[in-house]
């Protein structure tokens, strides 16, 4: 079963604008990680966040957490055409082993 | 260092028929998990094996297996395939099995399986 359900499922913005993702997961986390997928390919891993962090950066990219709400957000600043792609959050839940569960994704589409 | 590696990239089988991938991770990395992606169901855990021992498994049929060797190489197999098994079949390898740990998985590019 699905983690994560991740809002919007599909984002069309111009190059230079920002994207926000939301991830909401319903059980206690030890960590939230977010991949990009470019069409077909595999997922490369972006960033994680750990449970007791409430917001981490990397580069052009912004992750907040909140436990309480048990969510997430990941923004792109500055968006280029090459961010084009789908976004997927994943968690690691408490007491199921250490597996991470991915949610559905968000489809991103950067028009240059 | 060379990334995580699936061999085939491509595959069409036929329906009964079975198939096996494989997969092989990261220079050092012992875990080695497998996904299913799917357009309908999205990406969908199928099992992590370490140590040569499965230490997870998905909420899949018996028609799907797998097992590692001691060199960390990974197969799977599906026995007996239908066509809802096309799918984007993913492998993922870390240097260890817990991700409560904060460790990420490196994926491969992926096995398109069609199934006709």
């Known amino acids: 079963s699905q983690q994560g359900e991740e809002d919007p499922q599909a984002l069309s913005i111009q190059e230079g604008e920002n994207a926000t993702m939301n991830c909401s997961y319903k059980?206690?986390?030890?960590?939230l990680q977010w991949y990009r997928q470019n069409s077909g390919r595999g997922l490369v891993h972006l960033i994680l966040?750990?449970?007791?962090?409430r917001e981490k950066h990397s580069g052009r990219l912004r992750v907040t957490l909140d436990t309480s709400k048990k969510s997430s957000s990941l923004l792109i600043t500055a968006s280029r055409a090459a961010d084009t792609a789908s976004y997927f959050c994943?968690?690691?839940?408490?007491?199921?082993?250490?597996?991470?569960?991915f949610g559905q994704g968000t489809e991103l589409s950067v028009k240059p | 260092k060379a990334g995580v590696t699936q061999t085939p990239r491509y595959l069409i089988k036929t329906r009964g028929q079975q198939v096996t991938l494989s997969c092989s991770p990261i220079?050092?990395?012992?875990?080695v998990s497998w996904y299913q992606q799917t357009p309908g169901q999205g990406l969908q855990f199928l099992f992590e094996?370490?140590?040569?021992?499965?230490?997870n498994k998905g909420n899949f049929p018996g028609r799907f297996s797998g097992r590692q060797f001691s060199n960390s190489r990974s197969e799977m197999n599906v026995s007996t395939l239908e066509l809802g098994d096309s799918a984007l079949y993913l492998c993922?390898?870390?240097?260890?099995?817990?991700?409560?740990?904060?460790?990420?998985?490196?994926f491969g590019s992926g096995t398109q399986l069609s199934v006709l």
């Open positions: 993922a390898s870390s240097l260890g099995p817990d991700r409560s740990t904060n460790e990420k998985l490196f």
């Open positions: 059980t206690s986390i030890n960590n």
């Open positions: 966040i750990r449970s007791n962090e």
């Open positions: 994943a968690t690691v839940p408490y007491n199921q082993g250490g597996k991470l569960i």
């Open positions: 220079s050092g990395h012992r875990s």
């Open positions: 094996y370490f140590s040569e021992t499965q230490r």
